[in-house]
């Protein structure tokens, strides 16, 4: 079965509807580049709204290891996302797992074995590195399909009810991650998306 991350939550509504459907993933992002940036004085309400199991995950651009400490005590993170290039200085100064992330088509961008072995997953998304969580843009799903990685493989950018099963069934991936495909507005989400958004990676994993 395909997990599902919702990421860039900003309403305590919005992450316990998220919770109530399946997700497997909530995420709040910190990045200052972001437009659903999250502070963190709203960040332990946001993951008090998550249910037990539901893994909290902070994602990150360039801030300081200060600025990610205080986030993963603000929120609870069990997992930090981070959008640069990966560093072995960041797997050992980070105290939690890092999912990496590189843009769909640039291989530079995938860490190393050695380093990628050490994280949680890997995350594709468009390649738009200035605007983290929700490009709206989806990739040619061609670039990953038939590859294999050591570690699990987390698929977004542009995703949306409408096109999220052709991109289970051509990827085959254990994580989609949608954003912006499940907004009224960037920031809040939309539960009648939502809804439909579970719905067709439930559909996807039945073929």
Known sequence: MTDVKVCGLTREEDVA??????????GFNFSTRSPRRVGLGVAPRLA???????????????????????????ASLDLVQLHRTLRREDLEQIPRRVLAVAHAGRDEEIPPGALLERCAGILFDTAAPDHP???????????????????????????????????????RPVVVDVTSGVERSPGVKDRERMRRFFEAVKEADRV
Request: hydrophobic share 45%; proline share 7%.
């Open 17 to 26: 509807a998220a919770c109530a459907l399946g997700a497997a993933y909530v």
């Open 48 to 74: 008090g709204a998550a249910m037990p199991g539901v893994c909290r995950v902070g994602v990150f651009v360039d801030e300081d290891y200060r600025r990610i400490e205080d986030a993963i005590e603000a």
């Open 133 to 171: 969580g929700g490009t709206g843009v989806p990739f040619d799903w061609f670039l990953l399909e038939g590859k294999s990685w050591p570690v699990p493989l987390f698929v977004a950018g542009g995703l949306s009810p409408d096109n999220v099963g052709d991109s289970i069934r051509q990827t």
